[in-house]
């Protein structure tokens, strides 16, 4: 059973679309974070969100965490092809500080020129 | 970018046999963690180090140990490989995780293929 439903798995969207991901769960986290995945390489942070209802920008992303601190999504103004990849959101639960982190399964973004 | 390092990038080994992995951080962080990721299942982290000597199991840690010796290296043993252990292998560091998580610098991967 997969704590953090990130949904859709897969999108193929043309450049200059809009497009949202969905990171769900049933439980509360103390914290989320989104990262980016490219082809033969780690993730990389995009953002960290700790209060819920927050909501971050970065440049054409933004990323919101939910009231509740159960869920949280980004969405994607305008898509780029550079923003093809795979995004992986990650939360974090309790006040535990090893800093232990649980993923979400991915959604896989491709962006057609 | 993070100095972190991992050897080898890509290892085919036989089933039974025993393969140790290396992580190497130039960082000086506290945290260390071993993930895998398959298709489908985003990372699930195997093992984490919270300091030297100090290790404790994640989520899917059967089949595999880890030792830390340095604070600068983090090696994760599979005892005996099996085909499920087929995977890419990151390893992850991190400066602290309280109150909040700080980011968590992944190195490049490890392609293990057991056959």
């Known amino acids: 059973t997969q704590l953090l439903e990130q949904s859709p798995q897969f999108l193929s969207i043309q450049e200059g679309e809009n497009l949202t991901v969905y990171c769900n769960s049933s439980?509360?986290?103390?914290?989320l974070q989104w990262y980016r995945q490219e082809p033969g390489e780690g993730p990389v942070l995009l953002v960290t969100?700790?209060?819920?209802?927050e909501v971050k920008k970065l440049k054409r992303l933004t990323f919101q965490f939910g009231d509740a601190r159960k869920d949280s999504s980004l969405h994607i103004t305008a898509a780029q092809p550079g923003d093809t990849g795979l995004y992986l959101c990650?939360?974090?639960?309790?006040?535990?500080?090893?800093?232990?982190?649980?993923f979400g399964q991915g959604t896989t973004l491709q962006v057609k020129p | 970018d993070a100095g972190i390092t991992q050897s080898p990038r890509h290892k085919v080994t036989e089933t039974g046999t025993p393969v140790t992995l290396r992580c190497h951080q130039t960082?000086?962080?506290?945290?260390m963690y071993w993930y895998r990721q398959d298709p489908g299942h985003g990372l699930r982290l195997i093992h984490y180090?919270?300091?030297?000597?100090?290790?404790d199991k994640g989520e899917v840690s059967d089949g595999y140990s880890v030792s830390r010796s340095k604070t600068e290296d983090f090696l994760l043993t599979l005892e005996s490989a099996t085909s499920s252990q087929t995977s890419v292998y990151f390893c992850?560091?991190?400066?602290?995780?309280?109150?909040?998580?700080?980011?968590?610098?992944f190195g490049p991967g490890t392609r293990l293929t057991v056959t």
């Open positions: 992850a560091i991190s400066e602290t995780g309280a109150p909040t998580p700080l980011e968590q610098y």
């Open positions: 439980s509360v986290f103390s914290s």
């Open positions: 969100v700790v209060t819920g209802g």
């Open positions: 990650a939360g974090a639960r309790g006040s535990s500080n090893t800093g232990k982190l649980i």
């Open positions: 960082e000086n962080h506290r945290y």
């Open positions: 180090s919270y300091g030297v000597k100090d290790t």
